[in-house]
Structure formats: C-alpha cells, structure tokens
C-alpha cells in the first residue's frame, strides 16, 4: 500500500490529527525561506504531539551542518529529507536514514543520481522550480518517474485528492508526498483534505 506523508506542519495539533487522521509521516520544514519554517521549539512541541509509529522527517535545504546537528540535538528526528543541492557526503554524514529530493526536469538523469545516492532510503521526486524548493503546488511530468532504480520512489509536486490516483497509476510510487494541496492556509493543514486525499491513495 503506497504510504502517506504529509510535509510543512506548523502546529501540534495539526500534526497530531493528521497522524490520527492516517499519515504515515510528518515533515518539518527547517529552512527560513519557506513560509512553513519552524523553529527548534516549535519542532518539538510537535513531534512530542504525535502518536507512534508516525515517522518524523526534517526537511532541510543547503544547511550548515551544525545547524542539523543542533536540530538533531533538539528533536528527535526519525529521518532527515535533503532538499537542495547537496552531495551524497553531505547526506550521509550524520548516519541516520536519509531522503535525497531531486526537482525533476526532462534532462534530469534519474538514474545516475540514483546511483550518486545509493546509500539514501528513497528518492523524492519533485516539481522543478527556479524560484523554490519544493512547496509550489505544480505538477510534473509523471512520465519523468517512471524509471527503474534500486531505492524507493517518493512522488511529490502538486498533489492534492484529486489527482493522486492518477499519478499513483502512472508512477507506482512507494509514497506520495504532500504539502500546499491539502491546505487551508502555508503551513495550516485541511484534516478533511488529508482525509480525501488518503482515501484517493488507498483507492
């Protein structure tokens, strides 16, 4: 069954009814240029909210390594997403499961980058912004997915209830992952939303 996750909580309880609700994972956005940046305090309010079993992922883009470290000081993180430009060595430094997330283009060799980050838990494949790392709400060509590589695929960028279906059809992802489209507001999560985007997945 193609797991959940739900990315760019702000809130405690709004965490915590998306994990009751059925989300697989939570992520935390640790990056200051996003508009659903948490800082440290908020982060552990939240993932001290959430039931078991609910994987806890910290998102980061091209941070210094001390900013993780005191992150990972202070929360406690199940798995760390890397969302921006950086090298396997910068993944794996930490030795803890890690996302590397790639902003799919037509040239885009997924592939060979799957290769790069071997050593990763899964591949996120995102929509390609020049303006944004991840949370625009824009879909990507599915087809660009459709690749055949060791890691497990997250498929990302755009999804909301109603097309998730589809683009589970045409990827056959291991997970979906999901931000602006089962929102109220950046950062304010639809429980009714994530509920009718869940029930799109397991359908």
């Known amino acids: 069954m193609t797991k959940v996750k739900i990315c760019g909580f702000t809130n405690a309880e709004n965490a915590r009814d998306a994990a009751i ?38 998102l980061f883009v091209n941070a ?10 202070e929360v406690p993180l199940d798995t760390l997403q890397f969302h921006g430009d950086e090298v ?3 993944c794996t430094q930490y ?18 980058l799957a290769d790069n980050f071997s050593e990763a ?3 996120l494949l995102d929509s390609h912004n ?20 060791d890691l497990p695929i997250i498929l990302a960028g755009g999804l909301n209830s109603e097309n998730v ?28 939303k994530i509920l009718a985007f869940i029930r799109s997945v397991h359908s």
């Not at 030795?95 to 060979?112: A, Y």
């Not at 020049?130 to 590589?149: C, K, Q």
């Not at 589809?166 to 997970?175: E, G, H, T, W």
Request: include cysteine; glycine fraction near 8%.
């Open 130 to 149: 020049p303006n944004s790392y991840g949370g625009t709400g824009e879909v990507f060509d599915w087809m660009l997915a459709r690749v055949n590589i």
């Open 121 to 123: 838990s899964a591949l």
């Open 64 to 73: 210094n390594p001390s900013f993780i470290d005191e992150v990972l000081c």
């Open 88 to 90: 396997a060595g910068d």
């Open 165 to 192: 279906s589809d683009a589970i059809s045409q990827v056959n992802p291991y997970a979906v992952d999901a931000s602006s489209g089962v929102e109220s507001a950046p950062g304010v999560k639809d429980i009714d």
């Open 21 to 58: 609700a059925g989300v697989d994972a939570i992520g935390l956005v640790f990056y200051n240029k996003s508009p659903r940046n948490i800082d440290i305090q908020r982060a552990r309010e939240i993932v001290s909210a959430l039931p078991p079993f609910v994987n806890r992922v910290g």
């Open 95 to 112: 030795q803890m499961p890690f996302i590397k997330s790639l902003r799919v283009t037509p040239k885009t060799n997924v592939v060979q």
